[in-house]
């Protein structure tokens, strides 16, 4: 199978987006909101990615089962090793802060982590951000059950409808609340998105336009997604929407671009950072943490609404993110595997 760069190409800025989001300020003045608004590309693409590369892999395997179990198995770890991370790092944090009174806070701290948050929203931690990597793991259940039964047109179609319906937890509730927990998740998200992936890898045809015209028609909807953003929350007065219906347009073309230049980004060092996208995404909040700290010791602690200095903190996170991410990996590879 000829590997796809342009997926890893497209996940460095995706990756960059993540960070974007997390790190520049929440009150959403105009320009922040724009940016934050465009960023919302990043989770559709890496749920689509991987329904994609899940696709290339299963759907011509006879032995997609045992493939199948070695990378659900290999996500599991991976989210079950940072959920264990950060609720270390979260005790740490409650002794430094409340000394005394730690017993108090641990117990309102294991009040939120239920079997619910950490085994479906991935929630009841710092490491908010590992929402995603739980969703992957039951988006991907699914979806393999219906590969094997041969219903991955009818799981598209549902799962576009749900997708749809989340709306109506996120800014469209302006118009009618859906009563749920929570829409981002994987029933929500992460199962459209991965099908969607996955359908590009199952179809025999693939559309063959032109890539600019995908190129614009990504670009189109981007500013579409910001519209549609700005007049719900701030015409509407809706609450911030973390995706959009523009968002599934903007993912369609992004997608169909990122098949049709399969050699774009061959070579480069983004590329390189892109293929390490999960590792930076799930350290990186930490380190979010990390750089606040730094500013609040240097006594710069109330300049994070500057644009200069929200470029200085997220460029500053995603550094030191890819930096540690890559020693782990260095550590890793020198641990002798159990002999078989």
Not at 17 to 44: K, M, W
């Amino acid at each position: 199978m000829q590997r796809n760069y342009a997926i890893d190409f497209f996940k460095f800025f995706a990756i960059a987006a993540v960070v974007v989001i997390h790190t520049f300020p929440s009150d959403h003045e105009l320009g922040f909101f724009f940016v934050d608004n465009f960023t919302r590309f990043a989770v559709p693409y890496f749920f689509a990615a991987s329904g994609y590369l899940f696709g290339l892999k299963v759907k011509d395997n006879p032995h997609s089962w045992s493939y199948f179990k070695r990378y659900l198995w290999k996500i599991l770890k991976i989210y079950l090793c940072w959920l264990l991370f950060y609720i270390g790092y979260d005790i740490v944090r409650i002794y430094l802060e409340h000394g005394g009174s730690i017993r108090g806070e641990l117990s309102k701290y294991r009040e939120n982590l239920t079997l619910r948050n950490l085994l479906y929203y991935g929630e009841g931690t710092s490491g908010y951000q590992l929402w995603f990597v739980i969703a992957l793991v039951w988006s991907m259940t699914v979806l393999y059950g219906c590969f094997r039964m041969k219903k991955i047109g009818f799981l598209l179609m549902v799962s576009l409808g749900l997708n749809v319906a989340g709306l109506f937890g996120q800014s469209y509730a302006y118009f009618y609340e859906l009563p749920v927990e929570s829409t981002r998740d994987a029933l929500y998200i992460g199962l459209f998105y991965t099908t969607l992936g996955f359908s590009f890898a199952s179809c025999r045809k693939p559309m063959r336009f032109r890539k600019w015209t995908y190129l614009i028609g990504f670009c189109l909807f981007a500013v579409l997604q910001a519209a549609e953003g700005y007049w719900l929350e701030k015409v509407l007065s809706a609450k911030h929407g973390e995706y959009f219906l523009s968002t599934i347009f903007l993912t369609v073309f992004l997608f169909l671009l990122t098949i049709t230049c399969p050699n774009l980004g061959k070579g480069l060092w983004i590329s390189k950072v892109g293929a390490r996208s999960l590792g930076i995404y799930t350290i990186h909040v930490f380190f979010i943490d990390m750089v606040d700290l730094l500013f609040d010791g240097l006594g710069e602690g109330s300049v994070t609404h500057s644009v200069l200095w929200n470029v200085i903190d997220a460029s500053l996170v995603f550094s030191a993110s890819y930096l540690a991410y890559d020693v782990l990996q260095l550590v890793k590879n020198r641990i002798p595997s159990p002999q078989k």
